[in-house]
């Protein structure tokens, strides 16, 4: 029998003591209370997997009696593997286990299995043993012995249960069967002597149990499956979440679970004079006077000096071990470190009590009948100063700073003699940031040079103290290995590409309890273009990414409050050097700004001065609910943080990438170099080849070609990729190195055939004179479907080169007539007729509507201006040229032709930067020297 139909009975915290108990399977027929289905009312012919699953509870005295009769089709050789060997889990200490029947339906009969001398063998196994726990369970395994395709496998058992410690009261919490799993006849029930005190409930969302009084017995049915549960949405708190499920129990109310477990935690001699706790207590009371002060230490010695162990054996799942013997163990579990520390804390004259929470679903607890099972952790609640703290002694990394912490348990139980109903856990915002992130971004190379980075994230409290247990077990490589995965996570905030670490380096100071991991880097220039400026927002801000949106659509969603989460505190600040010879940097958005998102209250100070920006950021929360009718008015105060978002503009001298071949300008680079050095070096050499392909792309950027193709050398020896090969053939083709570009480009089409690649060699066979081979590839890839418009266009361009201009400039006409929203092609004509020289009548009218029509204005700018030197119209050249620049100033290109109409208009700058573009850029200077720019 499945082990999760054990758990029906084992329960989220299972019972203790029982009056029968037994290490053996015990074999009999049915419980006489238990109505067991008949063998012919079974629906053996179904293809349903489930055909029967029979859980029947009753509660006699102070005894939990579970019957369970299931049923499996075994209607595939999977399933047969699947369900071959019947498996069944118990606590010994917690009652008997009894199978029933063990069968095979088949072909209308019964085969009986444990007639034929079939025996469970029982085993022991700690499932939890990974997780520090150990519960005593104990596992039958039976191979069905005969089973067949087609087969019906029926096994029924039953447990009995009956714990001392909850003091003759009895509790059931049975998860109920729900589609999309079907069932051929399912249910749930439970059952009680009339009369007897019993609360029960079902649900959520249990449909209508039937109820019924007949021969002295109360009883509660519930018909499975249930409906298929209604798709929450994000966000929601766990209790609209949380699986159905059938609860009873004898427990009056809170007060009287309360009262029933107060006994369990009484310190009455719990630190016996002249005993190593009594030492131990000597030693805190020793170091200070202070309650607050005391209570940290008494609360670290349990979190650092006992190991966590949860101890389910001889009555553990309810009843802790005495704190002497924890000290002595020196590991326990939640219950025994809460009684640990309260014992301690009583000794040092602090007001404390164990409370009961509830780790996973907190907030659920009040919709639960009382009783133990809705619990699944203890933890301490002290008094001190008339302030309450929330202490758990199997956290770690609690210190003074962090000690007034509130857990998000949202509800306790308090352990009391005179009992006490459930008390509501008051979040408090933290005194002390949980995460504080500090980051330094170096842009002083220039606005279009990636920016070296450095962030230093100190985590505190159990974060901290979770990452210093991590370091303590971390070889070298491990530790390496984690400094990359959260240099990953920091950069991918900086961009989208992420980033390259260069260094990095993790510590934990045990006495703060604060863990500390700096990483430095590299990442992409965190200047963007954007309308005509080049500009920077800091992303790495959270409120630069933080949205509230949360979906209540759906009209039964309208209510659903939103769950924010647990109160918190972190610290953000970002540090921006600029380039110091560059002044003239604005600061944009509210660097200084406050405001209550959703419960969270964002502090922002922001300051620049000179070259150097400092932004920084508080969020602290209490967390807790929002209703859904304020979503959308958080929505919205949301949204108007993201746009406040300070950002920094450049001045329109800044050093654009293109310059930097210039002597000045190298030196900036220094730094850069030395960090992709120190990237690359850091990697072995079998895996550098990602941080060679991200330095190339710097070293092509700034027109260092040579280098750029050295590294691409280097990639591609590593391994060869179509990118690689195509970035590199573009670098040569940029160097005037045409038939070394071809033969990149011809490696990249057979590495990865695709249009794209196609074009790319195409075009550079045509320019390279090889006509006839180009246009063959053109005519193989023109598929005439999405890419037919770029086939035609480099196709034009190949004829032209062909001395076949008039042809190309027809092909692109019909495209026009074809396309007549396309305006990009209005461009492409503009384009074509100056730089071939071709169709020179209608020239300037076509490209004075791509202007008009242009959704890129920088391009058609450019083509216009191309248009105007060929039409001899130097003037309204240069100024098509300065304006196409100021929409995009990085557009090389067009940079070149400017320069070339200022020195073909007499002006003597422009010879200068001529010659820059013939040393640096000969390759395109070469080919516009074929356009008539000589």
């Known amino acids: ?70 049923a499996f089709k075994l209607g595939s050789p999977e399933s047969l593997t699947q369900s071959g060997t019947s498996t069944a889990s118990w606590m010994p200490d917690k009652g008997d286990l009894t199978v029933h029947r063990v069968e095979i339906l088949r072909a209308g009969k019964a085969i009986d299995v444990l007639k034929g001398g079939a025996r469970y063998e029982v ?57 999309p799993v079907e069932a051929g006849f399912a249910r749930t029930t439970v059952s009680w002597p009339e009369g007897m005190a019993v609360k029960w409930q079902a649900g959520p969302a249990a449909g209508s149990p039937h109820e019924i009084v007949k021969d002295g017995w109360h009883s509660v049915s519930v018909p499975l499956p249930l409906p298929k549960r209604e798709e929450m949405p994000q966000g929601v708190p766990s209790r609209f979440t949380r699986p159905p499920s059938l609860e009873a129990t004898t427990f009056a109310d809170w007060e009287e679970v309360s009262r029933v477990f107060a006994p369990l935690y009484s310190t009455k001699d719990a630190i016996a004079q002249g005993s190593p706790l009594a030492a131990e207590v000597a030693k805190i009371v020793g170091q200070s006077s202070d309650p607050l002060t005391r209570a940290a230490l008494a609360t670290r010695l349990v979190q650092d000096q006992v190991s966590y162990l949860m101890n389910g054996m001889s009555g553990g799942n309810y009843v802790p071990q005495a704190p002497a013997q924890t000290w002595t163990s020196r590991y326990g579990d939640c219950k025994a470190k809460s009684l640990l520390l309260l014992s301690l804390l009583e000794a040092i004259g602090i007001k404390a009590e164990v409370v009961a929470v509830n780790s996973r679903t907190g907030d659920a607890v009040p919709d639960s009948l009382p009783m133990p099972a809705a619990f699944d952790h203890v933890i301490v609640r002290a008094e001190i100063a008339g302030e309450t703290y929330w202490l758990d002694g199997t956290a770690t990394g609690t210190r003074l700073a962090t000690l007034g912490d509130v857990p998000p ?45 450095t962030a230093t994230t100190t985590l505190s409290g159990m974060l901290g103290s979770n990452m210093g247990a991590a370091l303590g077990q971390a070889s070298a490589e491990q530790k390496k290995q984690m400094i990359e995965s959260f240099g990953g996570s920091i950069f991918s905030t900086l961009s989208k590409n992420g980033g390259l670490v260069t260094d990095g380096d993790m510590s934990f100071d045990p006495e703060t309890g604060m863990a500390t991991i700096a990483v430095k880097g590299i990442v992409t220039t965190q200047f963007g273009s954007r309308d005509g400026t080049k500009r920077m927002d800091l992303s790495a801000l959270a409120s630069a990414s933080d949205s509230f949106d949360f979906d209540r659509s759906r009209a039964s969603w309208k209510t659903l409050p939103v769950d924010l989460g647990s109160a918190r505190r972190m610290r953000e600040e970002v540090e921006v050097l600029l380039p110091v010879d560059e002044p003239g940097f ?11 998102v959703a419960g969270t209250t964002v502090t922002r100070k922001g300051l620049l001065e000179g070259q150097r920006l400092v932004v920084s950021e508080d969020h602290a929360a209490l967390g807790g609910e929002l209703p859904a009718a304020d979503i959308p008015i958080e929505r919205a105060k949301s949204l108007r943080l993201k746009n406040t978002t300070p950002f920094l503009t450049a001045p329109v001298t800044a050093a654009r990438a293109w310059r930097y071949q210039s002597a000045g300008l190298k030196a900036r680079l220094a730094p850069v170099e030395a960090a992709y050095a120190q ?15 991200a330095r190339a792309s710097l070293r092509g950027g700034i027109y260092d070609l040579e280098g750029a193709i050295s590294d691409y050398d280097k990639a591609i020896a590593i391994e060869p990729d179509a990118a690689s090969y195509t970035r590199r053939g573009s670098l040569k083709r940029q160097l005037g190195r045409v038939d070394a570009a071809i033969a990149d480009f011809r490696e990249a089409l057979k590495l990865s055939p695709s249009v794209d690649a196609a074009l790319t060699l195409a075009d550079t066979l045509g320019y390279a004179g090889k006509g006839e081979e180009a246009l063959k590839l053109l005519a193989e890839y023109d598929d005439m479907g999405d890419e037919h418009s770029a086939v035609v266009q480099v196709r ?139």
Not at 12 to 35: F, H, I, Q, R, S
Not at 680 to 693: D, M
Request: aromatic share 6%; proline share 5%; with cysteine.
């Open 409 to 453: 348990f949202r509800n306790a139980l308090p352990i009391r003699a005179d009992g006490a109903p459930l008390m509501a856990i008051t979040p408090r915002v933290p005194q002390v940031p949980m995460v504080v992130v500090k980051m330094v971004i170096d842009q002083r190379a220039g606005i279009d040079i990636p920016a070296l980075v």
């Open 796 to 934: 034009s361009d190949v004829l032209a080169y062909t001395g076949k201009g008039a042809d190309g400039l027809k092909e692109i006409d019909a495209l026009i007539e074809e396309k007549p929203g396309d305006t990009s092609l209005l461009n492409a004509s503009c384009w074509y007729r100056a730089r071939f020289r071709i169709g020179a009548e209608g020239m300037m009218q076509v490209c004075n509507q791509a202007v008009e029509r242009a959704s890129n204005a920088s391009a058609v700018l450019d083509s216009r201006a191309m248009a105007g030197i060929a039409s001899g119209n130097l003037i309204a050249a240069l100024a098509d040229a300065e304006a196409a620049l100021k929409i995009a100033p990085g557009q090389v290109s067009t940079q070149y032709v400017r320069a070339w109409i200022a020195n073909a208009m007499g002006k003597p700058d422009s010879k200068t930067d001529l010659a820059y573009f013939r040393k640096v850029m000969p390759g395109l200077v070469q080919e516009y020297a074929r356009y008539g720019l000589r």
């Open 123 to 179: 085993l022991r196994r700690e499932r939890g043993l990974e997780q520090r726990q150990i519960d005593g369970m104990l596992t039958a395994t039976l191979a069905i012995p005969g089973l067949q395709v087609g087969d019906v496998l029926r096994i029924a058992y039953s447990q009995t249960t009956r714990d001392k410690a909850l003091q003759g009261k009895v509790q059931i919490d049975s998860t109920l069967l729900t589609l």
């Open 679 to 693: 990237a690359i070096a850091r990697e072995p050499v079998a895996e550098q080849g990602t941080a060679l392909v």
């Open 586 to 596: 604005k600061l944009g958005g509210k660097p200084d700004y406050e405001a209550i």
């Open 1 to 70: 029998m499945a082990a999760r139909f054990a758990s029906f009975v084992i329960g989220l915290l299972a019972t203790t003591a029982p009056a029968l108990a037994g290490d053996t399977v015990l074999y009999g027929p049915a419980p006489k209370w238990a109505e067991v289905r008949e063998t012919a009312k079974i629906d053996t012919a179904s293809n349903t997997a489930l055909t029967l699953l029979d859980v029947q509870h009753r509660i006699e005295g102070e005894t939990l009696n579970v019957y369970v009769d299931q």
